[in-house]
């Protein structure tokens, strides 16, 4: 990797933590999300329906939750940036984006559930089993789709580096949230909100 590369991840991974990571309950849940993604890295390479379970039923479903509910929308006097900025100028997901992911992410059981064939695409599931690991490999499906399909687009909007340095830090950042946020449950047990010092350190 060139140093250009490194300084572009660094920044893409400063922007998002600055931007939106004020909460200590998102960063919490951002903990929680990456541990868990974490363990779904792992079972890739013994289950990989079970790791798609697990990766959207706890790891995507506790990081947006973090973001949807827990993050302050309102200006941001730290970084002297509207929320309608910031999301603006959102290299990867913004929560208009994430919307439509999570819908995607919503109706694949609905699909599965009414047409356990999709229309005749796979083999039908006989058993609730089946049905899961049909529901898994969807989920494993968009997952992959959904971090393609975006780093497509950014080399499009932008340029082939900074889509690769987004893919990049989308897959590496279960590792960085763990090392960013393993105090944030602490922070919060003592009753702090919000991370009055997230900004003035850069990582």
Same mark, same amino acid.
């Given at each position: 990797?060139?140093?250009?590369?490194?300084?572009?991840?660094?920044?893409?991974?400063?922007?998002?933590?600055?931007?939106?990571?004020?909460?200590?309950?998102?960063?919490?849940?951002?903990?929680?999300?990456?541990?868990?993604?974490?363990?779904?890295?792992?079972?890739?390479?013994?289950?990989?329906?079970?790791?798609?379970?697990?990766?959207?039923?706890?790891?995507?479903?506790?990081?947006?939750?973090?973001?949807?509910?827990?993050?302050?929308?309102?200006?941001?006097?730290?970084?002297?940036?509207?929320?309608?900025?910031?999301?603006?100028?959102?290299?990867?997901?913004?929560?208009?984006?994430?919307?439509?992911?999570?819908?995607?992410?919503?109706?694949?059981?609905?699909?599965?559930?009414?047409?356990?064939?999709?229309? *005749? =695409?796979?083999?039908?599931?006989?058993?609730?089993?089946?049905?899961?690991? @049909? /529901?898994? $490999?969807? !989920?494993? +499906?968009?997952?992959?789709?959904?971090?393609?399909?975006?780093?497509?687009?950014?080399?499009?909007?932008?340029?082939?580096?900074? *889509? =690769?340095?987004?893919?990049?830090?989308?897959?590496?950042?279960?590792?960085? @949230? /763990?090392? $960013?946020? !393993?105090? +944030?449950?602490?922070?919060?047990?003592?009753?702090?909100?919000?991370?009055?010092?997230?900004?003035?350190?850069?990582?």
């Amino acid at each position: 990797m060139s140093a250009s590369f490194l300084d572009q991840l660094r920044t893409q991974r400063w922007d998002d933590h600055r931007y939106y990571h004020h909460s200590r309950i998102n960063q919490s849940l951002h903990l929680l999300s990456a541990l868990s993604f974490l363990c779904a890295y792992g079972l890739l390479f013994v289950d990989p329906a079970l790791a798609a379970l697990l990766a959207w039923g706890v790891s995507m479903t506790s990081r947006q939750a973090g973001h949807f509910l827990f993050e302050p929308k309102g200006y941001d006097h730290v970084n002297q940036a509207t929320h309608e900025h910031k999301e603006a100028i959102k290299v990867g997901y913004n929560l208009r984006r994430k919307v439509v992911l999570m819908a995607a992410w919503a109706a694949i059981p609905v699909l599965l559930w009414l047409q356990p064939s999709v229309f *005749g =695409l796979i083999e039908p599931a006989t058993d609730l089993r089946g049905y899961w690991n @049909d /529901v898994g $490999l969807a !989920w494993l +499906a968009l997952g992959v789709t959904g971090l393609l399909m975006r780093t497509l687009h950014l080399f499009h909007l932008y340029d082939v580096s900074t *889509g =690769l340095v987004w893919a990049t830090k989308i897959i590496t950042d279960p590792f960085h @949230d /763990v090392l $960013l946020y !393993w105090r +944030a449950p602490l922070a919060l047990l003592k009753g702090e909100l919000i991370d009055l010092q997230h900004a003035q350190h850069r990582h």
